[in-house]
């Protein structure tokens, strides 16, 4: 849930007042090592993934006839899901050793996976060539669970983060 991408692309209808955006980012950390001598023919490989996708919709009011020229102030609510991607290799775990592995890549994907929603407030100015400038203020809530046949844990997580905005209108 924390694999929270500095850029998130949004798309979407806006009509009259309201506006229903759709939103996708990704964090994605991928970590080859090979050790051992080439000479020897003792190389290792090692495969480390760690990652998510982020789908999310939006709707977004906007305060004021949307114009251009001038500050259109904004309010939105928002939900998202977080899919998660894992997978630890090494070309030289036995079966055993992989499969506890794989064991840690499943807790690590249901740490990452989740759901959670958003709202925000925000400003923008529109000029008349469709580009418009603003910046938002969101606070978000995501919420992920692990369940093995011993133990379930809940996590939450409240943040809150400001950006700006550059926006195209078509």
């Known amino acids: ?18 506006a229903f955006l759709f939103g996708f ?8 090592s090979w050790t051992g001598a080439e000479a020897d023919q003792a190389t290792t490989l090692r495969r480390r993934m760690v990652g998510s996708v982020r789908p999310s919709f939006d709707y977004r009011f906007y305060l004021r006839e949307v114009d251009a020229g001038v500050v259109l102030p904004w309010a939105a609510v928002g939900a998202h899901g977080v899919v998660p991607f894992v997978r630890y290799e090494d070309e030289q775990f036995s079966l055993a050793e992989q499969a506890e592995w794989d064991e840690i890549a499943l807790e690590d994907r249901a740490r990452i996976a989740g759901f959670g929603g958003r709202a925000t407030l925000g400003a923008e100015v529109r000029l008349e060539n469709g580009l418009s400038l603003g910046a938002r203020h969101a606070f978000s809530l995501h919420r992920a669970q692990e369940v093995d046949e011993d133990t379930y844990t809940a996590t939450v997580l409240l943040d809150s983060d400001t950006a700006l905005v550059l926006g195209f209108a078509f």
């Open 1 to 18: 849930g924390s694999l929270q991408p500095a850029l998130t692309a949004w798309a979407g209808p806006t009509v009259g007042r309201h």
């Open 25 to 32: 980012a990704m964090a994605w950390q991928r970590t080859l």
